[in-house]
C-alpha cells in the first residue's frame, strides 16, 4: 500500500469529497488538519510546489494535485493503479 497524505481544512466540501473517494477505496490515509496561517499549511504548499488550495493529495510522496485532479484519476481509470488496488 502506498502512503497517503491528504491535507485538509475543516468545512471544506472538496476536502470532503476527496476524503470520501479516499475512504470508498478502502486505503489507509493520513489526513492532516492545515487551514490557513498554520505549519502544516505551509508544508503543503512546500510539498505541492507552490499551491496553496486544500485538499493537497500526496501518493508516496509524489504530489497529486486536489480534489478535481484526484476525481480525474478515478473517471480515467488510473486512481487504482496509483493506490496499488488495480485488479
Excluded: W
Excluded at 488538519?33 to 509524489?62: C, K, L, M, Y
Excluded at 480534489?67 to 488510473?78: F, I, P
Amino acid at each position: 500500500m502506498p502512503a497517503i497524505d491528504i491535507y485538509t481544512q475543516p468545512g471544506c466540501p472538496y476536502c470532503i469529497r476527496a476524503v470520501r473517494l479516499l475512504a470508498q477505496k478502502g486505503v489507509p490515509f493520513n489526513e492532516i488538519n492545515a487551514p490557513h496561517g498554520t505549519p502544516e499549511r505551509a508544508d503543503s504548499i512546500r510539498r505541492s510546489g507552490g499551491r496553496t488550495t486544500v485538499p493537497q493529495i500526496f501518493i508516496d510522496g509524489t504530489p497529486v494535485g486536489g480534489c478535481d485532479d484526484l476525481m480525474a484519476l478515478e473517471r480515467t481509470g488510473r486512481l487504482d493503479g496509483l493506490l496499488g488496488a488495480a485488479g
